[in-house]
């Protein structure tokens, strides 16, 4: 099997299977940081990244192994490559902090912005040529945005803005990747952002390390397994199917942040949270069709 990420098949028995490993890989996700916020109240959110991402090394090795990605490490782009995982890795910091501090699906619904936050910068940054229906829907997701964040900001806090710079700091790493095209090999790019989180959280997760019992240990590895194996069904997804049919599951997140916040967390949404993330919701979906249209 490649090691690239190759052009996906036209044919829909192909389209519909990387469909359903979208829709898992989002949900592995979900499963990763509400692990992460469960623990939230014991421990350091850089610890529990740190030592959740020791254990996605399992999954992510096996999968390189079995498909022989392992023989061809060495990156193509190396500087960009280590650039885009600080990016990804300083989202994750920064997302995971958030939503330890504020329910999940709000902090996901604020994530959502990073379609648009890439559409903003896709014309300064990659030169290319962003519409006037392209802005509106910028401008739109803006709006829901505000929505969510509540008419009056009187809640609004740190949290709220570290969810934005974490879709800020993810947009940059979509934008990287794009500048580097599609010719990055598979294994550099899965094991560098590992390695770049674990080297990044390292310095603020050591000082102040909490020997984690042997449940919450456990805890830390099945989020360090769902998020491994998270990269996994992404890279198959995209594989077998169209990024335009890939993207969209993304939101479903917004689905499984509800739950589990319900779930585990007593959260209740409110409704104008909910309408808002709708907007932030619809500008992406018409963003990613419109990018299909172009591409």
């Known amino acids: 099997m490649t090691t690239e990420i190759s052009p996906p098949s036209p044919s829909l028995s192909h389209a519909v299977p990387g469909m359903v490993l979208a829709a898992l890989c989002f949900g592995l996700l979900s499963g990763a940081d509400a692990s992460v916020k469960y623990l939230s109240g014991t421990y350091s959110i850089f610890q529990s990244l ?8 399992l999954p ?8 022989g990605a392992l023989r061809q490490l060495r990156p193509r782009h190396p500087w960009l490559t280590l650039l885009r995982s600080a990016l990804v890795a300083g989202s994750a910091a920064c997302v995971l902090w958030a939503v330890s501090r504020m329910p999940l699906a709000d902090g996901y619904a604020l994530v959502f912005t990073c379609p648009l936050i890439v559409t903003a910068l896709a014309g300064p ?14 401008l739109a997701g803006f709006v829901g945005v505000m929505v969510v964040l509540r008419p009056g900001f009187q809640d609004i806090g740190l ?6 710079v974490s879709a800020v700091l993810f ?36 000082p102040a390390f909490v020997p984690p019992t042997p449940h919450d240990l456990a805890v830390m590895a099945l989020s360090g397994l769902f998020a491994g194996s998270a990269h996994i069904c992404l890279v198959m ?15 479903t997140q917004l689905l499984w942040g509800l739950l589990f916040g319900v779930l585990l967390f ?8 909910l ?21």
């Not at 740190?50 to 090394?57: N, Q, R």
């Not at 992510?60 to 192994?65: A, I, Y």
Request: no cysteine; charged share 15%; net charge positive.
């Open 159 to 164: 949290p709220h803005a570290m969810a934005l």
């Open 275 to 295: 309408v808002g993330a709708a907007v932030v919701i619809g500008s992406g979906l018409f963003l990613l069709w419109q990018e299909r249209r172009r591409g």
């Open 266 to 273: 007593g959260d209740h949404p409110e409704p104008v949270m």
């Open 237 to 251: 997804a995209v594989r077998l199917a169209p990024a335009a049919a890939v993207s969209p599951f993304q939101y």
């Open 60 to 67: 992510v090795t096996l999968f390189l192994w079995r498909t």
């Open 50 to 57: 740190m030592v959740a991402t020791l254990f996605a090394y």
């Open 171 to 206: 947009a940059g790493g979509i934008l990287v990747l794009r500048w580097m095209g599609d010719g990055e090999r598979t294994g550099p790019l899965l094991l560098i952002l590992l390695t770049t989180t674990v080297v990044m959280m390292a310095p603020v997760a050591l």
């Open 125 to 138: 940054v990659l030169k290319e040529r962003v519409g006037l229906a392209r802005w509106l829907a910028v």
